[in-house]
């Protein structure tokens, strides 16, 4: 039974900081591609960040400088480190894991599994 679980989310207010979790359960990530989306009320999922089995990252341009994506194997837990959030950074946000190899890019990578979502509310 694969399962994703996030955590961490909440409400700051614009220019704060906010750190997302994602644990995983039923398979180790570390051979997996893993990503973070997020979806607006009224928009599209969007692919945020992605971080490849050899641990190389990628970000969409919105949040290029801005977030980081990491992970911890010994945890099988991934994380998402938001710096210098805005009010359109406010949306659900997902973890996902790529398990059938090929591209590991926000815009790109084939998702497996999603958790959840916790949610990120930046008030300006």
């Known amino acids: 039974q694969v399962q994703l679980v996030e955590s961490g989310g909440g409400s700051v207010q614009a220019g704060g900081s906010l750190r997302i979790s994602c644990v995983a359960s039923g398979y180790s990530m570390s051979t997996y591609c893993m990503g973070w989306f997020r979806q607006a009320p009224g928009k599209e999922r969007e692919g945020v960040a992605a971080?490849?089995?050899?641990?190389?990252?990628s970000y969409a341009d919105s949040v290029k400088g801005r977030f980081t994506i990491s992970k911890d194997h010994a945890k099988n837990t991934l994380f998402l480190q938001m710096n210098s959030l805005k009010p359109e950074d406010t949306a659900m946000y997902y973890c996902a894991a790529g398990p059938g190899g090929g591209s590991c890019h926000p815009h790109s990578m084939g998702v497996g599994y999603w958790g959840q979502g916790t949610q990120v509310t930046v008030s300006s």
């Open positions: 971080i490849d089995s050899d641990g190389s990252t």
